[in-house]
């Protein structure tokens, strides 16, 4: 026993030294290699298994949004030109409707409305007359405070219903009286040489040449 251990001290120190060096190096470089491969495998991780995870995951939110996504909105339909209908086509092409037309924007050049005997009928003492409105009285104080008193004759008032009930005849002497009246009233107030008389006497050649028969013989297909 004696002889080996000499042996063993005879052998150089860095011999002994050198497997026991080279054993913790190989087990250092295993190691070194796993932790490396461990590394990658954190570091690196399989693309293709992390999209497929991401198309799972994104795919039911896909189909979330196709199902909640609001159907289209529907085309508003193309407004259409509206047809004239009888009324429109009586007022626009027919003689008789042209009077009327003319006559109901001056008819206070020829028709008293409302009455004499309309303005003169009594209110009660707490009505006052109703400003722009003759003939019409509002309630003031009392229990009826806000309550309208209309004295004026709708039936025969000026209309475009009232005005069409009439012969052709009739509105044509309504509307020539009405724009002689409004012809003398302009001259009074700006002259003989208005800018406004060529058109009235425009409208009084027109009305002058107004066939009332044949008028309302037309009127009648309206």
């Given at each position: ?70 159907p ?24 008789k ?25 009594p ?33 025969n ?24 009246t ?25 009305a ?15």
């Open positions: 026993m004696a002889s080996e251990s000499s042996d063993d001290d005879d052998i150089p120190l860095g011999q002994l030294v050198a497997p026991m060096v080279r054993a913790i190096q190989e087990k250092s470089s295993s190691n070194s290699n796993v932790l490396q491969n461990i590394g990658q495998k954190r570091k690196s991780p399989d693309h293709s298994a992390v999209a497929s995870r991401k198309e799972k995951r994104a795919a039911p939110a896909a189909a979330r949004n196709r199902r909640a996504a609001p289209p909105a529907a085309a508003a339909p193309k407004a259409k030109t509206a047809s004239k209908d009888g009324s429109d086509a009586f007022y626009a092409d027919c003689v409707g042209q009077l009327v037309q003319k006559l109901i924007c001056r008819w206070w050049y020829a028709i008293d409305w409302p009455s004499p005997a309309d303005l003169a009928k209110v009660p003492a707490e009505y006052e007359p109703l400003d722009g409105y003759p003939g019409v009285y509002i309630c003031i104080k009392g229990g009826e405070m806000g309550n309208i008193i209309d004295h004026r004759d709708h039936e008032g000026p209309s475009f219903s009232n005005f069409k009930a009439k012969n052709s005849g009739e509105l044509k002497e309504l509307l020539l009286k009405a724009l002689d409004q012809k003398e009233r302009l001259v009074e107030h700006e002259g003989p040489n208005s800018t406004y008389l060529r058109a009235i006497n425009k409208e009084i050649t027109w002058s040449k107004v066939n009332a028969e044949k008028a309302d013989k037309e009127a009648r297909k309206f």
